[in-house]
């Protein structure tokens, strides 16, 4: 049996830092390596502020440089961080950037160092839509259960989006078949909440690379499925 939605669109907006991606302990560890001193006595408020004064102190490059090694140390070489602190003076890599496993941990980098350098670094521009989906069918309200299924999420997004979208254009074979395997890196984000029998909302975050074909969507209806097990 066939999974049938109905999907309203009730919010869609652009949003220039995801809240709550970075945390107070991430900008004690910036300002130890920006060598800033004693941070007793400051409120959380305080740090962040002093952590963007303190890059502003230093050239662009060097600041992506400090950003990107605290963000990525664990999974970029050394070279490799400095390279790409060159590149994100000029390329949004949130989008571009070759693994996009990383695109998400990207665009908190470059959030942060537009704070500090707003004529500097590309404008961050991910999207936060909120969905109101009802089911229709057992089929359906079962998959709703797991809601955060991302193969599941990315194609009920695609059904909203027409056909030249480039997640159509990208993906088209996996929207259609029965595995999807980079559907996780499509959505950064996913935070349901049920809403009645067989009625959820979602809300979603991701970037506009992806999820700006939707912007003038009101309302669609959706097949969506997860990937077979």
Request: aromatic fraction near 8%; charge should be negative.
């Amino acid at each position: 049996m066939t999974n049938a939605y109905s999907v309203q669109v009730l919010h869609f907006s652009n949003i220039l830092e995801i809240e709550g991606a970075r945390t107070t302990r991430d900008f004690e560890a910036l300002l130890e390596a920006m060598e800033y001193g004693s941070q007793s006595g400051l409120s959380d408020e305080e740090k962040r502020d002093l952590c963007i004064l303190s890059l502003q102190d230093r050239e662009p490059e060097e600041a992506a440089y400090l950003v990107l090694k605290h963000d990525m140390g664990d999974v970029l070489r050394d070279g490799q961080i400095r390279n790409v602190a060159g590149e994100m003076l000029e390329e949004k890599l949130w989008e571009e950037y070759s693994n996009s496993t990383l695109h998400e941990r990207f665009f908190n980098a470059g959030s942060l160092l537009y704070a500090a350098f707003p004529k500097s670094f590309p404008k961050p521009d991910a999207v936060r839509i909120e969905l109101d989906v009802t089911a229709t069918g057992a089929s359906a309200k079962h998959l709703l259960k797991n809601v955060s299924n991302e193969s599941f999420l990315v194609r009920l997004l695609a059904d909203g989006m027409d056909g030249h979208a480039i997640l159509h254009r990208l993906y088209g074979d996996e929207l259609s078949g029965k595995s999807f395997p980079n559907a996780a890196e499509v959505v950064w984000i996913v935070r349901p909440e049920a809403a009645g029998d067989g009625v959820v909302k979602i809300e979603i975050i991701s970037s506009g690379y992806w999820l700006d074909a939707l912007q003038r969507t009101r309302s669609f209806e959706s097949t969506a499925y997860a990937d077979e097990i």
